[in-house]
């Protein structure tokens, strides 16, 4: 197994573009609560690893929400099972060794203070989910300001109201001692601004250095936004891992070094994290795509590329997670790459999302049995879609590949 050099801030960083994607109508809110928390986090003198949990915390808090039917709830100030979305991010976490530490954080981020204060927990727990709380609840009341166009600077003084009338009971007196410090400037609402905001991550990520990772680690950390994917819909659940478990079986039926088998594998798990961004409806929807609903669901390798593009030593798992829709004789999207453009691997990670969305039952379709499967995939061959090599690597061990796909190998 190989190990890789990775900064764990610009892959959390990155990955969490996608969780952004969610919000369709308000993009970004992690990336304003990681600023604003950063900011009341340096104001109370933290440093070292505890800004760092703040950091991640703060990025990954809404990793629990995946439907944008769920996410149209955050922008209220409370709603029922809101707790849900804690428990399910916190389950995230926790399976994964190099952000597991961060759950307790992700857990309480909706608790009140005169609850929090209570539990037996470590202080900084305490103080890194309320921190996230305060901020969260600010974002939220900042869009409702903003609705329609308004400037920021007329309703800060409502949002202060807000944050000073749960000081003791909903948020810890000490934070918000801390945020109206730094809220005081006309500059803290201007950088919540998506351009600034950016600007301000960029140079925090910038701070922290690579570290060598293992593939079981680096692979976790991925499986967390997969499954974040897969849960979008009932029908797509675990398509990604049968999708990056099939592609690996291939990669080594292709003798590719066990680095690329294990890329491969990476890039099976996050070639669709670009749909985070199509409404559940359209995932969801049995009968046939209008155009629109058609160009929507379209864009997602465009921006499963953009999401992964960033991330150091995972370039080649954005290439060729961005290429799965493309096509051997040129005809696929986004872009139309020729034949001489596609490598093996992206080949290969065509064939099997192909595979695997034949295995599985869809909402206008039952699953399909694996010689089914095999015609499809043979019929792409013959007209120039799918690569024919590969293709027949499939049929060679047809019954193994349809198991692998369906994880029950
Ligand atoms: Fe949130
Ligand atoms: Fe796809
Ligand atoms: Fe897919």
Redesign the pocket.
Known sequence: MASYNVNLHEVVYSLSNALDLVGVSHIH??KR?AYMATEVGKQLGWNGPMMDDLFQSAIL??IGVSKTQVHKH?AELEWELEKDHCIVGHDLLQGCSLLSHLSGNILYHHSHWEVLERLELDDSTKLIANCIYLV?RV?VQTLREMAGGQDILLGKDRIWEMVRKNSGDWFYPGLVEAFMEVSKSDAFWFRLEREHVNGYLSTWLSHSGEKAVSFTELKKVVEIFSYVVDAKSSFTKEHSEGVAMLAHHLGREFALSEESCELLELAGLLHDIGKLRVPDELLEKTGSLSETEYCVMHRHSFDTYDILKNIRGMEQVATWAAQHHERVDGSGYPYMSGEHEISIEARILAVADVFQALAQRRPYREALPPEKILKILQLEADSGKLDRVVVAKVEKNLQHCWETSLLMK
């Open positions: 809110h992690g609560v808090h809404d955050l969260d974002d």
